[in-house]
């Protein structure tokens, strides 16, 4: 399967997928992440705002998927207003930081916006 994503934006703003318990909303966000490079859904962008920060830093269980994600083209925008307020800077193992300006810009250019 291979859809076409090129001007879509992904918005993360949980530290998984879900409202439910923790392991199971990385369990599934690990999912999803694994089947958007397994069959090359490739978004223009996925920003990474609220909780969803923690997904981009040390100790994520998505790191790997992430870095694929970048290494294929997908450009990934963490919120930095929230790494600051987590104290999480310093922890960032993938993306750029950027701000709100640069995530309100990505939502305007896409033709598309998911939220998870």
């Given amino acids: ?3 076409s994503a090129s001007n879509t934006v992904i918005l993360v703003t949980r530290n998984g997928m ?3 318990y923790t392991t199971l909303q990385q369990s599934l966000i690990v999912k999803y992440f694994s089947l958007l490079n397994e069959n090359n859904i490739l978004p223009s962008v996925i920003c990474f705002y609220t909780d969803g920060v923690k997904l ?3 100790g994520s269980p998505v790191l790997d998927q992430l870095r694929e994600l970048e290494r294929k083209g ?3 925008i963490l919120c930095g ?3 600051a307020f987590y104290e999480l800077t310093d922890q960032v193992q993938v993306g750029i930081v950027g701000g709100m300006t640069d995530i309100i810009e990505a939502q305007f250019r896409a033709s598309k916006v998911i939220s998870i």
């Fill in 1 to 3: 399967m291979e859809l």
């Fill in 56 to 58: 981009a830093v040390t």
């Fill in 74 to 76: 997908v450009h990934l």
């Fill in 18 to 20: 879900g409202d439910s």
């Fill in 81 to 83: 207003t929230c790494l």
